[in-house]
């Protein structure tokens, strides 16, 4: 069993900087890949960004891609996602999950509650 909290959303201006935090409890990294997902409203759950079971494998959604980092601190068992040079369309509620890497949320099997985060232009 995996628990998931995440942390670090908030209100920011456009061209700004967020990095959430996503503290796991139980088998977590190694054992499972680890993925950041978000939901605008109105809009489906997308993929942001998945590091894959022990780090070898990263990869972004495009619209990120050069923009956000993703990493994890093994001593913390904590799975950061860095933002920067936010813009409005990336407004949403962004969530962690731990599962199989893919870009796919049905792969995922644990997931957070999730974060705001709003970016104002």
């Known amino acids: 069993q995996v628990q998931l909290v995440e942390s670090g959303g908030g209100l920011v201006q456009a061209g700004g900087s967020l990095r959430l935090s996503c503290a796991a409890s139980?088998?977590?990294?190694?054992?499972?890949?680890m993925g950041w997902f978000r939901q605008a409203p109105g809009k489906e759950r997308e993929f942001v960004a998945a590091?894959?079971?022990?780090?070898?494998?990263?990869y972004y959604t495009r619209s990120v891609k050069g923009r956000s980092t993703i990493s994890v601190d093994n001593a913390k068992n904590t799975v950061y996602l860095q933002m920067n040079d936010l813009k409005p369309e990336d407004t949403a509620v962004y969530y962690c999950?731990?599962?199989?890497?893919?870009?796919?949320?049905?792969?995922?099997?644990?997931w957070g509650q999730g974060t705001q985060v709003t970016v104002s232009s």
């Open positions: 999950a731990a599962g199989r890497y893919s870009a796919y949320d049905r792969t995922y099997e644990y």
């Open positions: 139980g088998r977590t990294f190694g054992s499972y890949a």
């Open positions: 590091m894959s079971e022990g780090g070898g494998s990263i």
